[in-house]
């Protein structure tokens, strides 16, 4: 005996029409089984063929009838009550975010026993490990690798300058450079050596995966230059990061310039850089970085992706093995001119003319 539907403001093609929009794969097989017996087909054959017995799709018939579509969805379970009301998951959202105190707390991070400790001294409620990470979860928080900042950065001074880059860089330009084309270019130096980087690789869940580490002191400097806007780079090796290695590199620099243009150079406070014996080629301005912040200067981006990908777990047997190294390690990153601009290219730099 087929199944009494008696409400008609949906027709077996409509129900169909909702199925397919619903994402809930459950209430769409029961408005297809409805569909199915506002065709005529017997309760039998309607349930079997969206896999739930009669009693099944009488009571969901049932529910449709009162309730309409609503009905069909799966109501919210009871379940138990949350262990911390909504005033104390706010308290404790401020205490992760905060981070805690190394005085105090003995810790420099949170782990989740920790924050299990310190929700039971505030609140005197006592959770398990596993449920306060699905409290972090529904607050928004997960486990991700930090920036690092130098405790004496100006965090107001590093706003100022990505606000007022375009004034600043204009202030910088020489009046024989007015009018010309403006590139802006990003330099920095990295040192690679034989006690070089480790990084993460893949491995096996439970296991610790070796990599090589050496102990010995050679090392050279890859001074690096790029300009994310034409997406192209200057770089040396040198043996030592000093104004000598400085000249030599804004030579090399001006001669990828543009001919014509004026580049301005954007780099830190270290000494070589404004050194009274540097020579400045005439196609070329520096604009230094607020002190204590290479965050805002993107080849640090590149060294972190040069580390991770190209220099990191290696031995080198020699000076002149790093120098090879280094030198195939930029050249291929210049090769990718679109890996280039997607990591150095900044919203604030956008001046290029």
Request: proline share 7%.
């Amino acid at each position: 005996m087929a199944v009494g539907i008696t409400r008609t403001d949906l027709s077996a093609s409509d129900l169909r029409r909702e199925a397919a929009r619903v994402k809930d794969a459950r209430a769409t097989r029961r408005m297809l089984a409805l569909a199915h017996v506002l065709d005529g087909r017997s309760r039998t054959e309607a349930a079997q063929s969206c896999g739930m017995d009669r009693q099944t799709l009488r009571d969901w018939v049932h529910r449709y009838n009162a309730e309409g579509l609503a009905g069909l969805v799966d109501r919210p379970l009871p379940g138990r009550p949350p262990r911390l009301s909504a005033e104390q998951m706010r308290e404790l959202a401020v205490i992760v975010e905060t981070g805690p105190d190394p005085s105090t707390d003995k810790v420099v991070r949170w782990r989740r026993i920790d924050l299990c400790d310190v929700v039971e001294q505030r609140f005197g409620i006592r959770v398990a490990e596993r449920t306060m990470s699905a409290i972090l979860h529904r607050l928004s928080f997960a486990r991700l690798s930090v920036r690092p900042r130098h405790p004496q950065a100006d965090g107001e001074a590093h706003k100022r300058y990505i606000k007022n880059f375009a004034e600043l860089a204009r202030a910088a330009l020489p009046d024989e450079a007015q009018g010309k084309p403006l590139e802006i270019w990003f330099q920095d130096e990295a040192r690679v050596g034989q006690q070089g980087t480790l990084t993460r690789v893949w491995a096996r869940k439970g296991t610790r995966p070796w990599a090589p580490k050496d102990c010995r002191y050679a090392w050279a400097y890859i001074f690096g230059a790029v300009c994310p806007a034409r997406r192209i780079g200057a770089a040396l090796v040198m043996p030592y990061a000093n104004t000598e290695a400085m000249n030599a590199h804004l030579a090399e620099i001006s001669g990828q310039v543009s001919p014509g243009a004026h580049a301005l150079l954007v780099l830190d406070g270290a000494g070589w850089h404004s050194s009274t014996d540097l020579i400045i080629p005439p196609n070329i301005s520096l604009l230094p970085l607020p002190p204590y912040s290479p965050e805002l200067n993107p080849v640090e981006n590149l060294w972190q992706f040069l580390r991770q990908n190209t220099l990191a777990n290696r031995v080198f047997d020699s000076y002149e093995a790093i120098v090879d190294v280094c030198c195939d390690a930029w050249n291929t990153l210049l090769a990718m001119p679109e890996r280039v601009a997607s990591i150095t290219s900044r919203d604030c730099a956008q001046v290029s003319g």
